[in-house]
């Protein structure tokens, strides 16, 4: 897609930080494929759990495997030094807070000085919607944007670790790249949906592969924003080549009630034992949040549906082995996208 002033990938090198990733891996193949040559960080380079990032195209000549760890400052030097930019997507999924909250502000502390050492030209960092929308006091009809940030003192009285830790991340984030100088642009993807390039499945695509599997009987009466993972790959390296790219960007396509989900799944996956009964019966179906994802598409991103977005995950699942295949027809798969 390319972009008035965008710079080209060809003869670039980048660093991905946590490259095995569900969003890594994807910014790792569309990086190679626009011809950057990518040094990705993992904790084990030959782990097998990495060997799908060595059969994307272009891994062979312009992908390297560094063994780094957030918390260790020098192995992060090494693996960014020589690099015009840096995509930081590590950072663990948990409502541990020890386990969420200093490797999520010191890693992201070490890649930004990393970063500066080696004078890089911009990082671009993935934050989350869960430093953005988790404010007690928004009212129904504002609009969720780039502006907001969540409630620290909310996210901590309510334990939401993984939304205290997304936010204080990014707070350390633009602390440091400010006192360092350092080029800072910052993804903030909402529920991330779509294949699956990873051999195992993520916290993300448990979200829907519950409610397939039969171990969710209900579905709860709230509200969740949803984008596809190439959109937010896309996103990621749209605002590292526009030069004008500034702040953060809101990565969303739309916001479902989970009633609304599982009911698009039921329409394109009948054969499974999706839940259509809402756990919360008493109370007033939860109204979908107004957001804005105006940003990205002035850069050019167009957004894919997110009923494409529910069925490539469901596919990805059962090509993956995670999911039994049902028995049906291509022709059958191509009128049920249709529909």
């Known amino acids: 897609m390319p972009v008035d002033g965008a710079l080209s990938g060809s003869g670039q090198i980048v660093c991905v930080t946590g490259a095995g990733g569900f969003i890594a891996s994807w910014i790792v193949k569309l990086l190679l494929e626009r011809g950057y040559t990518v040094k990705g960080t993992v904790r084990n380079p030959d782990d097998p759990k990495n060997g799908h990032l060595r059969e994307l195209e272009g891994a062979n000549e312009r992908l390297i495997l560094c063994k780094a760890d957030l918390l260790d400052y020098e192995s992060l030097r090494e693996a960014i030094s020589g690099c015009q930019g840096v995509f930081h997507t590590a950072s663990p999924v948990t409502d541990d807070p020890e386990q969420m909250v200093e490797p999520a502000v010191n890693g992201t502390k070490n890649v930004i000085n990393a970063a ?181 598409k002035d850069l050019g991103l167009e957004f894919t549906p997110v009923k494409q977005c529910l069925y490539d995950t469901v596919k990805s699942l059962q090509e993956k082995g995670h999911l039994p295949l049902p028995v049906s027809t291509p022709q059958e798969d191509s009128i049920r996208i249709q529909s």
């Open 116 to 296: 500066s050492e080696a004078k890089v030209r911009r990082v671009v960092f993935t934050s989350s919607i869960g430093a953005v929308y988790m404010d007690p006091n928004r009212g129904p009809d504002a609009v969720v944007d780039e502006s907001c940030w969540s409630d620290l003192e909310f996210c901590k009285n309510t334990r939401n670790w993984y939304c205290y830790g997304k936010a204080v991340a990014e707070q350390a984030a633009w602390e440091v790249a400010k006192e360092k100088e350092v080029d800072l642009v910052v993804v903030n993807p909402v529920l991330v949906l779509g294949p699956l390039l990873q051999p195992t499945v993520n916290a993300s695509i448990i979200h829907i592969l519950k409610y397939l599997t039969g171990s969710a009987k209900t579905y709860a009466n709230s509200v969740q924003a949803y984008v596809h993972v190439k959109d937010v790959a896309l996103a990621h390296i749209l605002v590292f080549e526009t030069p004008s790219a500034a702040g953060r960007y809101l990565c969303a396509e739309s916001v479902l009630h989970r009633g609304e989900v599982v009911e698009i799944l039921a329409k394109f996956f009948p054969e499974y034992p999706i839940p259509l009964k809402c756990s919360d019966e008493v109370n007033p179906r939860a109204k979908p949040y107004k957001f804005s994802n105006q940003k990205l």
